[in-house]
C-alpha cells in the first residue's frame, strides 16, 4: 500500500464496499488532487453515493482505505476537513438561516461572534444575506440548497463532497447554482466531489468526470473536460461550446456502453 | 380567533351542552328511573339522586359541619382538595416525565434496550391502578431514609407518576427517532458527539411530539393522583372527598356532585397548564 501522495486532496484505494451479500463497490481505485472538481455519474444504484459516503466517513470500506488532505478518512473527519451537502437540504428547522449556516462551526465550539460573521459572509457569497432571520420553510427549494452548501463551507474546509445537491431543482434554478458553485469554488480554492446523474451538469461543471457502471459498481471511465471558455467566456458562451457538446458526448458515450470503455 | 380562545371557548361549550343534558333529563326523564327486572337502564331524576345544578353550586357556600361556628364551606373543602391532589398530581408528573424522559434516552441510545424494555413501557398502562395501589402503599411504608418516613401522599405521587411516564417515555423517543438520515449523517460529518447530537439534533427534533405527550401524561397524572388517594384512603386531597361526600349522600346529595365538579376543574386546570407550556414553548421556537 503506497503512503497517501501530498498533492491528492483524495485517495481511494483498492475499495470493495459490501452491505450483506449486495457488492455496491468492488476494487474502486481514484485519486483526485488539490484543487480538482471531479463528478461522479452513473445509472441509480452504482455506487455513487456510497463512494461519496466513504470519503466522508459516513461508511467503513469493507476492503481497501480512504485517505483524505493526507489523513486517514476518519481523521479528516474529525479535522472538519470536507464539508457535504445532500439532496435534501436537511435544514433545522427550528433554527435561523443564519444559525444554520452557523451550525458546523458551534459544533466545533468555535465562538459566537466569529461563527456568526463567518456564516454572514457565507450567506453574502450565496447571495442570501437579506433573509438571514427566516425560517428554512421559508425559503424555495433552491434557496435552501444554497444554505446547505453555504453550511458545507462554513469550517473552510478544503474539500466539499456533494450527492445531487441540485437534482430537486428546475432547470433554470439548477444552471444559476452551478454558476454560482463554480464562483464558489474559485473564491474558496475548494476540492469539489459531486455525485449527479446530468450528463450536461458533470460537463459543465467538471474538470474529470468519473463514468460508472452497476452491478458491482467500478469505475468503467475517467473523461478529462477541457473548456477554455470557463476562463474567459459567459456561462452561456460555455454552454453552447463546442467543447462542451464534445465532453457531454463523451460521456454520453461512456455511459452507454461502459463495458467497452478500459478502467483506467 | 386565536387558537387558545377556540379551545377556551370549546371548553365552556362542552360544559354548558353538560348542563342542558343534565338539567333536560332531569325535567323530562321518570323520577323512579327505569329498571329491567333489577337491572336499571335509566337513572332516577329525584332531588336525592339528581340535585339541580343550581342546588349543588349554591351547597359550596354553606358550611361543611352544620350548626357549628367557623366550620369552614363546602367550596372551600373543595378547593382546598382539589389544590392539594393538584400538587400532588404535579408531583406525579413531574417524577414521571424525569423517569420517562430517562428511560426515552436510554432507549435511543442502546438499541437492545429499546427491544427490551419498550413492549413493557407500554403494558405497564394496562395495570388496574386498583390493583397497584394497595402494593405501592404496602412497600411504600417499609420505606424510611434518615428521617423521612413514607407518608401516603408519597404512594400517591407514585402512582401518578407511574400512569404519566409511559407516555412520555413512548412520545420523547418517537421524537428523539425523528430525524432522518441526512440530519443524521451532517452531525455525523461534523464529528458531533452523542450529547451534541441530542442537544442540537433530537431534542430539538423532540419538542413536537413531546407536547402532545406531556397533555396525555398530565391527564394521567391527575386521574392517577384522584384514583390512588380514594383506592390508598390518602386524606386530605380531592379523592378522599368525594368518597367523604358520597357517604353523606341521604343527608346532602348534592355535595357530592360539588366534589366531582372539583376533580372536573382540576382536570382542566391540568390541561391548561400543559397549554400554557405548549403557547410559550411555540413563541420561543419562533423568536429563537
Ligand atoms: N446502507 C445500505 N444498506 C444496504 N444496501 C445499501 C446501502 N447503501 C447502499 N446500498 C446498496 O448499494 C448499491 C449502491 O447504492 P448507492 O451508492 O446509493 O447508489 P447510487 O447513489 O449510485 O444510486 C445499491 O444497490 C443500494 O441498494
Ligand atoms: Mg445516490
Known amino acids: ?264 | 380567533m386565536t387558537r387558545a380562545a377556540r379551545q377556551v371557548g370549546a371548553v365552556v361549550a362542552a360544559l354548558v351542552v353538560l348542563a342542558v343534558l343534565w338539567e333536560t333529563y332531569k325535567a323530562l326523564g321518570p323520577a323512579n328511573g327505569a329498571s329491567l327486572d333489577t337491572t336499571r337502564l335509566l337513572p332516577r331524576t329525584d332531588d336525592r339522586a339528581m340535585p339541580h345544578l343550581w342546588t349543588v353550586l349554591t351547597t359550596l357556600g354553606s358550611p361543611e359541619v352544620s350548626g357549628v361556628a367557623g366550620s369552614r364551606t363546602v367550596g372551600a373543602a373543595v378547593l382546598f382538595g382539589a389544590l392539594n391532589s393538584l400538587r400532588l398530581a404535579l408531583l406525579g408528573l413531574l417524577l414521571g416525565a424525569v423517569v420517562g424522559g430517562v428511560l426515552a434516552l436510554l432507549m435511543q441510545r442502546l438499541r437492545l434496550l429499546e427491544a427490551g424494555l419498550l413492549p413493557w413501557v407500554v403494558l405497564s398502562q394496562t395495570v388496574p391502578i386498583i390493583a397497584l395501589a394497595p402494593l405501592v402503599a404496602g412497600w411504600g411504608g417499609v420505606l424510611r431514609v434518615g428521617s423521612w418516613a413514607w407518608s401516603p401522599e408519597a404512594s400517591v405521587v407514585v402512582i401518578s407518576a407511574f400512569l404519566s411516564f409511559s407516555p412520555i417515555a413512548v412520545g420523547l423517543l418517537r421524537g428523539l427517532h425523528a430525524p432522518g438520515a441526512t440530519e443524521q449523517e451532517l452531525f455525523a460529518s461534523c464529528a458531533a458527539s452523542w450529547r451534541q447530537e441530542l442537544v442540537h439534533l433530537r431534542l430539538p427534533a423532540a419538542v413536537p411530539f413531546l407536547l402532545p405527550a406531556l397533555r396525555l401524561a398530565a391527564a394521567g397524572a391527575v386521574v392517577g393522583a384522584i384514583v390512588a388517594e380514594i383506592s390508598t384512603g390518602t386524606r386530605g386531597g380531592i379523592g378522599r372527598l368525594i368518597i367523604e361526600y358520597a357517604q353523606q349522600a341521604t343527608s346532602s346529595p348534592a355535595r357530592v356532585y360539588a366534589a366531582v365538579l372539583g376533580a372536573a376543574v382540576l382536570g382542566l386546570v391540568a390541561a391548561g397548564l400543559v397549554a400554557l407550556l405548549d403557547a410559550a414553548v411555540l413563541r420561543r421556537g419562533r423568536l429563537a
Request: glycine share 8%.
Open chain 1, 1 to 264: 500500500m503506497s503512503p497517501p501522495s501530498a498533492k491528492a486532496m483524495v485517495e481511494v484505494s483498492g475499495v470493495t464496499q459490501r452491505f450483506g451479500t449486495t457488492t455496491a463497490l468492488s476494487d474502486v481505485s481514484l485519486t483526485i488532487a488539490s484543487g480538482e472538481f471531479v463528478t461522479l455519474i452513473g445509472p441509480s444504484g452504482c455506487g455513487k453515493s456510497t463512494l461519496l459516503r466513504l470519503v466522508a466517513d459516513l461508511l467503513t470500506p469493507t476492503e481497501g482505505t480512504v485517505h483524505v488532505a493526507g489523513k486517514t478518512a476518519r481523521a479528516a473527519r474529525e479535522a472538519q476537513d470536507y464539508g457535504i451537502a445532500f439532496q435534501q437540504a436537511g435544514l433545522l428547522e427550528w433554527r435561523t438561516v443564519l444559525r444554520n449556516v452557523e451550525l458546523p462551526l458551534e459544533l466545533h465550539g468555535v465562538g459566537a461572534r466569529e461563527r456568526r460573521a463567518r456564516a454572514e459572509e457565507l450567506l453574502e457569497v450565496v447571495g442570501l444575506a437579506d433573509v438571514a432571520d427566516k425560517r428554512p420553510s421559508q425559503l424555495s427549494g433552491g434557496m435552501q440548497q444554497r444554505v446547505a452548501i453555504a453550511r458545507a463551507l462554513a469550517a473552510k474546509p478544503a474539500l466539499l463532497l456533494m450527492d445531487e445537491p441540485f437534482g430537486a431543482l428546475d432547470e433554470m434554478t439548477r444552471e444559476r447554482l452551478q454558476d454560482e458553485l463554480l464562483s464558489i469554488r474559485a473564491r474558496e480554492g475548494t476540492t469539489v466531489l459531486l455525485v449527479t446523474h446530468s450528463v450536461s451538469e458533470a460537463a459543465y461543471l467538471s474538470d474529470r468526470v468519473v463514468v460508472m457502471s452497476p452491478r458491482p459498481g467500478r469505475i468503467a471511465a475517467v473523461v478529462d473536460v477541457d473548456l477554455p471558455l470557463r476562463a474567459t467566456g459567459t456561462p452561456t458562451d460555455v454552454r453552447e461550446s463546442p467543447e462542451f457538446f464534445a465532453a457531454t458526448t463523451v460521456v454520453r458515450e461512456a455511459l452507454r456502453a461502459p463495458a467497452r470503455v478500459a478502467s483506467p
